[in-house]
C-alpha cells in the first residue's frame, strides 16, 4: 500500500509544484458559486456591503451601542465597523472549517486519481475563501476611511496578522477533512461548534469589557488573537503584539503539521471507504 510523507519538506514542495493548479481550482470555485446568478460575481462585492450596512443600522439604530472601554470612543457607525474587522476574520476561518469535513467527499473524482496531490484541497478552499476575504477588506477601508477620515499605516501589518490565522485554518482543514471520510457526523456538529464559537470570540464585544477572570478563558479562544489584533492595525492604529504574535504562530505552525500529518496518514483508506 503506497505511502505518504508527513515532511514538512514535501507539504512546501507540493504546494510550489502545484500552485498553479491551486490558484486555478480556487478561481473556478470562488467564481464557480456564482454560476447562473443574474449578477455572478458582483455579489462578492454585495454581500460585504449588505452586511456593514445591516450591522450600521442595528448596532447604531436599534441597540445604540458603541465600543465602549475596548478601544476609543466613537459613533455608532464606527461600532459596525469595528463589529465588521471582527466578522471579517471569523468569517474566513468559518468557511473553510465548515467545508472541511466534505472536503475529500465532495471530490471523490480527484482521490481515484492516483496523480492528484489531494494535500492541496484545504489550499485551494483557503484561497477561495481569501479571495472573499480580500473584497470584505476593501469593503471595510472604504467604510473606515468614511467614518473615521483616515485609514493608521499600521493597516500593512495585517497581512502579518493573517498569517498565523491562514496557517491553522489549514491544519484544522487536514484533520477535519481526513476524519470526514470515516466518520461523516463530524460534518453535522462542525456547524454547531462554529457558531458558538462566533458568541464566545470578541466580535461583538472587547475582551476588556468582560470580568478579569474570564478574560484568560477568551484568549484560549483560537479567533481572539487575530481578532483583536486586526481591530489594532487596522482600526486603531496600533502594531501587532509581536510576543503573541510568536507564540500564535508557533501554535498554529504544530497544528498545521499535526493536521497534514494526520490526512498523510489516513489518505491511503480514502478510497476503500469511498
Known sequence: ??????????????????????????????????????????????????????????????????????????????????????????????????????????????????????????CVYLLSALFHLCVSITILLIAEFLVQGYIPITAFLWPLVLLPLCILILGISWLLSATGVFLRDIGQTIGILITALMFLSPIFFPVASLPPRFQAFVYWNPLTFPIEQSRNVLIWGNSIDWFAWCIYMALSAIVAWVGFAWFQKTRKGFADVL
Not at 478601544?71 to 455608532?76: I, K, T, V
Open 1 to 122: 500500500m503506497q505511502s505518504f510523507s508527513a515532511s514538512p519538506m514535501y507539504l512546501l514542495a507540493s504546494m510550489a509544484k502545484n500552485r498553479r493548479l491551486m490558484f486555478d481550482l480556487a478561481r473556478r470555485d470562488a467564481v464557480g458559486r456564482y454560476k447562473g446568478s443574474m449578477l455572478g460575481i458582483l455579489w462578492s462585492l454585495l454581500t460585504p456591503l449588505l452586511m456593514l450596512s445591516v450591522y450600521t443600522f442595528v448596532f447604531s439604530g436599534v441597540f445604540k451601542s458603541r465600543w465602549g472601554s475596548g478601544g476609543p470612543e466613537g459613533s455608532h457607525a464606527q461600532f459596525a465597523v469595528v463589529l465588521f474587522a471582527g466578522m471579517i476574520m471569523f468569517n474566513v476561518f468559518s468557511e473553510c472549517l465548515n467545508r472541511a469535513p466534505t472536503m475529500v467527499l465532495a471530490n471523490t473524482n480527484f482521490v481515484k486519481k492516483i496523480i492528484f496531490p489531494l494535500e492541496i484541497l484545504p
